[in-house]
């Protein structure tokens, strides 16, 4: 019994990591330029349906895909909001939302008519490795999977501290008159912030895939998660990306334990309205109010 | 005489710095008192926490004998406390009038009262003309009328304005001292905020000064332009001490 | 009369005179249509009016579809008090919410978000609630045939569809008369700028929970009437947030913030999505109808961001012009007056916010910063 409490907390802060960085991504879009991205699940299938078909292709584990689902959602984030989303950043909120609930029923769709509604999965040997570690079974994949998104975290950090394109990042979402004022070209760095953003969501969901059975439908479930996990960490707030992303992968893991899985994300609903209601701003939000 | 608004002690604290510190004046009914000082004087967070917009960290603040520190500004208005906002804050998607209907609904809920009386007050500030206008197309000095005119219609006993003749065209400023003389006339006790010396010279009988958030000198407008405190606080030392 | 009273009595006269010569087919999609303006109607009440932005509204949608159908089928309780008991219910739950987050200042995204958290949660419960049938579904008897559509509220197209039409009319006018009210005038205060609106006295709280009241209960009625409609229930189907998101697309695509934009925006928004659906299925495509109503919807944002009524309004010249006082020329389009200026002044809050849109956000930054 006790061992089933402490392989759930594993697992849950295994895929936690991975959660973390599909909200991260999340946050980033919405830190930099005050935009909801509804469209965010339906980008972490793409990166699943990348691992996927890389998978059947070449036999090649889901997280080789990772550089390939960095470069084609950074490129499709950054187009899209270069050539669309950009006129929608000062527009009202709901209109923002129309274009990107728009966005993510187009992306659906062409999943659908590409892969068809039947879920796909991995089957290969690997996906029954485990680590044994002081009498403890760890899953070798959601191992991986986690590493490979605290690396993928870390390194978006660094370059958001360190490099001068990051630094514009942030002086964009801290004050973006200020930004304007100084020089700061605005349209790339939102186009910018909506790649890095897709990106983090696509090389997610290329983590995902051997965990998951891909399947069109299942974005809006991502996008929702990825909702709760911003809020409970605090929109905006890249720790809070990490630490929410976490609470909800154990939080996850345990109900599906004590409850049933099909009610895991009873708990995860649950925990976001207690934490919006006691700390609107997030556990480690207010830096800023989201504003109206 | 008595005094309408009396503040005690009051100091309001932002993690760390202090903004407002132990602040206490009175004001009196029917008087017009205008609170001067340099910028971050504290000047705008005073007023705040009177509107019941901030909660004082410390302190209390009772108007006409009552208690009202932490009371919701809502609540304040219908006792009698309009303000203006120094950075205006039009209700964008409305008509001009619609804006001061709003204010004037604070009084009574017929529509056809309300917007009688928001007219008359939009002539009376001068803005008549433009009452049908978007609030949104306004320039800027016609929405610090706006306000003026919005506060006005809620009805108050006591009106705070917070640098409402910047900006203004010396004839506009003029005019809404006319409006303002005209107003305490009637009862209405006000207190503002002003950069503007010759308007605080003209029309405010008292005046408050605040420097670091803390309040340096009170007195009549001609004692406090020689008073040595509000000179060094306004030019620095080096123009008292050569 | 003014030409929009004039106007929206047209159009329901014609509506109501329609059966004579529709088919079945066409009535059960125009039924659709007022469902969907229905529920349009009550979001744009929160929304477009007090400017609270929900993404939840199925919850109230399929919690009273729910009540009055368990009363009918469980209870026996005729739908004329299970519409009444719905109305209460979904009010109430969104007092819940709104009492929730307004007192504890969750605003715009996060009360967004708040909203969606609560549908979902809800739609987990109904999914693992036995006596609400669960995932399984809940279902209505068939029609005996001793049925009178009075009494039972079910009966065949024509019947649901002069129901929902006396409904969707009664919705509207109850919708107009709260706008053009003082509550009305408070609202969108509210929705401008809520402090600045508190300090002249509104009350916002309460103001906003009237909005929120008002607006769950006309869409548990929209609810009531698609259960006793479909005669079956599913958690995801009413409740799901796919429903949430076509709720919120008609009011949107119609312009939100005006009397008309809801009904119009369903008018859009229901045959579109049916058509695609249609579509996809002739051609045997999973997800084809996904991706037309995905690529419709993002070019009508992209045309018409403040929704279609604003625009067609201007060209029928249904812009209420309301006379000025002597010397003084209302320009139209701008210069809306004030007895009505709930069609006009989308445009003037449109224009105004997305001029104001930096400033205001830099100043939100501030005064965010100055209450911590």
């Not at chain 1, 605290?150 to 200020?178: E, M, P, Q, Y």
Request: aromatic content about 8%.
């Amino acid at each position: 019994m006790n061992e089933l409490y402490v392989g759930a907390l594993i697992n849950g802060l295994l895929i936690g990591a991975v959660y973390a960085l599909i909200a991260t991504g999340l946050n980033l879009i919405f830190g930099v330029m005050r935009v909801v991205n509804f469209a965010h699940g339906e980008m972490v299938v793409i990166g699943m349906y990348m691992g996927y078909g890389l998978w059947r292709l070449t036999g090649w584990p889901p997280i080789a895909t990772i550089p390939f689902a960095l470069i084609g959602l950074f490129a499709m984030g950054y187009g899209f909001q270069r050539w669309i989303g950009n006129a929608f950043v000062a527009r009202p909120q709901h209109v923002q939302f129309v274009l990107y609930i728009g966005l993510a029923l187009v992306i659906t769709g062409v999943h659908a008519v590409i892969f068809g509604p039947d879920p796909m999965g991995i089957q290969s040997a690997a996906s029954f490795d485990v680590y044994r570690v002081a009498g403890l079974r760890i899953d070798a994949t959601r191992l991986h999977a986690a590493l490979a998104a605290c690396v993928l975290i870390a390194l978006l950090w660094a370059w958001l501290r360190f490099s001068l394109t990051g630094k514009a990042l942030h002086a964009a979402a801290d004050n973006l008159l200020g930004a304007r004022a100084i020089g700061i070209r605005t349209n790339h760095i939102f186009a910018l912030a909506m790649g890095m953003g897709a990106a983090c969501a696509g090389a997610a969901g290329a983590l995902l895939a051997p965990l998951y059975d891909t399947q069109p439908y299942l974005a809006s479930e991502f996008t929702l998660l990825a909702f709760i996990i911003v809020i409970v960490g605090g929109l905006a707030s890249l720790p809070g990306a990490l630490l929410g992303g976490v609470l909800v992968g154990v939080a996850e893991a345990f109900a599906a334990v004590v409850i049933e899985p099909s009610a895991k994300s009873l708990f995860s609903y649950g925990l976001l309205i207690i934490v919006l209601v006691l700390m609107p701003q997030g556990l480690l939000g207010g830096r800023q109010g989201a504003g109206r | 005489m008595s005094a309408i608004l009396q503040l005690k002690g009051v100091t309001r604290r932002y993690s760390g710095l202090v903004a407002v510190s132990d602040v206490s004046f009175d004001i009196e009914q029917g008087s017009i008192t205008a609170l001067i000082g340099p910028n971050g004087a504290g000047k705008t967070t005073t007023f705040g926490m009177i509107a019941g917009a901030i909660s004082p960290s410390a302190g209390s603040i009772h108007y006409e004998g009552v208690r009202i520190d932490g009371v919701a500004p809502e609540r304040l208005c219908a006792m009698g406390i309009a303000r203006t906002f120094q950075i205006v804050r039009p209700l964008q998607g409305m008509s001009v009038i619609d804006n001061v209907m709003i204010g004037a609904l604070n009084r009574t809920s017929n529509l056809k009262i309300a917007r009688s009386n928001a007219l008359d007050l939009l002539d009376r500030v001068g803005l008549g003309t433009k009452a049908f206008e978007m609030a949104s197309n306004l320039t800027l000095p016609d929405r610090k009328l706006l306000e003026t005119a919005k506060a006005l219609a809620t009805g108050p006993k006591l009106l705070m304005l917070d640098e409402v003749m910047a900006g203004l065209r010396p004839a506009e400023a003029d005019r809404v001292m006319d409006v303002l003389s005209a107003v305490r006339a009637e009862g209405v006790t006000i207190l503002l905020i002003e950069h503007v010396m010759r308007v605080v010279m003209a029309i405010a009988q008292h005046v408050i000064v605040l420097n670091h958030g803390e309040l340096i000198a009170r007195g009549t407008p001609s004692a406090i332009v020689t008073h040595p405190r509000v000179i060094e606080s306004y030019l620095g030392t080096k123009a008292i001490h050569p | 009369m003014s030409r929009q009273w004039w106007a929206a009595l047209v159009f329901v006269a014609a509506l109501a005179l329609l059966p004579l010569g529709a088919s079945d087919y066409l009535l059960s999609a125009l039924t659709l249509v007022f469902i969907a303006a229905l529920v349009g109607i009550a979001w744009n009440l929160m929304m477009g009016f007090a400017g609270q932005l929900s993404l939840g509204h199925a919850l109230y949608f399929g919690v009273g579809a729910y009540t009055v159908a368990i009363l009918a089928e469980r209870y026996g309780v005729t739908p004329w008090i299970g519409m009444g008991i719905a109305f209460a219910a979904g009010a109430a739950i969104a007092l819940l919410i709104g009492a929730l987050g307004f007192r504890f200042a969750v605003r715009g995204v996060y009360f967004a978000l708040l909203t969606i958290a609560f549908a979902e949660f809800g739609r987990i419960v109904f999914e693992h609630w036995s006596f609400v049938g669960g995932t399984g579904g809940f279902y209505l008897k068939a029609l005996s045939a001793t049925n009178v559509p009075l009494i039972s509220l079910r009966g065949g197209a024509r019947f649901n569809y002069y129901a929902l039409l006396v409904t969707l009319t009664f919705a509207w006018w109850l919708s107009v008369a709260v706008v053009r009210s003082a509550i009305g005038y408070r609202w969108r205060a509210i929705r401008d700028d809520e402090d600045a609106a508190r300090a002249l006295g509104v009350p916002a709280f309460r103001l906003k929970l009237l909005a929120v009241a008002l607006s769950g209960g006309l869409t548990a009625i929209a609810g009531g009437w698609s259960g006793l409609i479909g005669g079956s229930l599913f958690p995801d189907s009413v409740l799901g947030m796919r429903l949430s998101i076509d709720f919120i697309v008609a009011p949107i695509v119609g312009g939100i913030g005006t009397l008309f934009g809801p009904i119009l925006g369903a008018f859009i928004v229901v045959p579109l999505n049916e058509w695609s659906r249609e579509l996809a299925q002739a051609a045997g495509i999973n997800g084809l109808n996904l991706l037309i109503y995905g690529v419709l919807l993002m070019a009508v944002i992209i045309v018409a961001p403040q929704g279609g009524w604003p625009w067609i309004a201007r060209r029928l010249g249904l812009v209420e012009r309301v006379p000025c006082r002597p010397g003084e020329q209302a320009r139209n389009g701008v210069a809306i007056a004030a007895s009505d200026s709930t069609t006009g002044d989308t445009h003037g809050q449109t224009s105004g916010r997305t001029q104001g849109q930096t400033p205001s956000r830099a100043q939100g930054q501030t005064s965010d910063r100055a209450t911590q």
